[in-house]
């Protein structure tokens, strides 16, 4: 199997393959079900582009070669990564992956378009959500649209993972986030896989909700898988860096396709 863009040795996350638990025993995103949108993305769940325009498509039998050019370039989601100018999350006992995805998947925008680097803190879009003091777990789409209205909070002025009072939530800390907002952002219908390849060949990251796992993701890039001549998603988990590779790992199969999937594509200069 050839996997360009991939490091050998890399786990794969298949059909056959149980459901990773989390040591900490935080491993879902304890999701409220009522809160769950319909299985096509209703008007009232789409991002303020709408959904990922069928113009951006990508065909399939072009995207092994695009992958194959990337990685001689040395372009994409992974690279940025490896380069070092945004790191690995780790929720460390909260249930907020919900956030962590949104929030990675902000940072790699922000990389890609060469902003400097600020560490974003996941826990300055979920407790506020959902009320200071609470250690639920929540929707990716609703950190999205919280994040396009709101921002995110630096890591040095809110700890990543503090919800347990509003302590941080300062005037200053508020006028702050506004430098960290994510402006521009597309919803897909749900497990619209070929849109989603699509979207990261453009660079553009996503918070990936997965219903098999009962957890949030962020999709980074794409590889390809010779034995089914399908793309496979490259992606970031928010369990720290002894997960995979550096935090690393790719889904296969049905395992890789999303239930609920929304992609940055435009995060604020500031």
Same mark, same amino acid.
């Given at each position: ?22 040591? @900490? %025993?935080?491993? &879902?995103?304890?999701? +409220? !079900? /009522?809160?769950? #949108? ?7 769940? @789409? %991002?303020?582009? &709408?959904?990922?325009? +069928? !113009? /951006?498509?990508? #065909? ?7 992958? @194959? ?202």
């Amino acid at each position: 199997m050839t996997l360009p863009l991939a490091d050998p040795g890399v786990l794969i996350l298949d059909d056959v393959t149980p459901i990773p638990v989390n040591p @900490t %025993g935080f491993d &879902g995103r304890g999701r +409220d !079900e /009522k809160e769950r #949108p319909a299985l096509s993305v209703s008007a009232s769940f @789409t %991002g303020n582009r &709408g959904l990922f325009p +069928d !113009e /951006k498509r990508i #065909p399939v039998k072009n995207m092994k070669d695009m992958i @194959t050019e990337r990685r001689s370039k040395q372009i994409g989601g992974r690279f940025i990564r490896k380069s070092g100018k945004v790191g690995v999350r780790d929720q460390n006992g909260t249930n907020f992956c919900w956030g962590n995805g949104p929030v990675q998947a902000l940072m790699l925008t922000r990389a890609a378009a060469n902003l400097p680097f600020v560490d974003l803190s996941p826990a300055s879009v979920c407790a506020p959500i959902n009320g200071y003091g609470r250690n639920n777990g929540g929707m990716g789409i609703n950190a999205m649209k919280y994040i396009a209205e709101h921002g995110v909070v630096p890591s040095s002025l809110w700890p990543a993972n503090y919800y347990q009072s509003g302590k941080y939530a300062t005037e200053d800390a508020k006028r702050i986030a506004l430098d960290f907002v994510g402006i521009d952002w597309y919803t897909f219908s749900s497990r619209d896989i070929e849109a989603v390849w699509s979207s990261l060949l453009l660079n553009y990251f996503g918070a990936a909700g997965l219903n098999w796992w009962g957890h949030e993701v962020c999709y980074v890039d794409i590889a390809w898988d010779d034995a089914t001549d399908r793309p496979i998603i490259d992606f970031d988990n928010s369990w720290g860096s002894s997960y995979g590779t550096d935090g690393q790992a790719y889904l296969k199969g049905s395992k890789a396709i999303p239930d609920d999937y929304q992609c940055w594509r435009v995060a604020t200069a500031a």
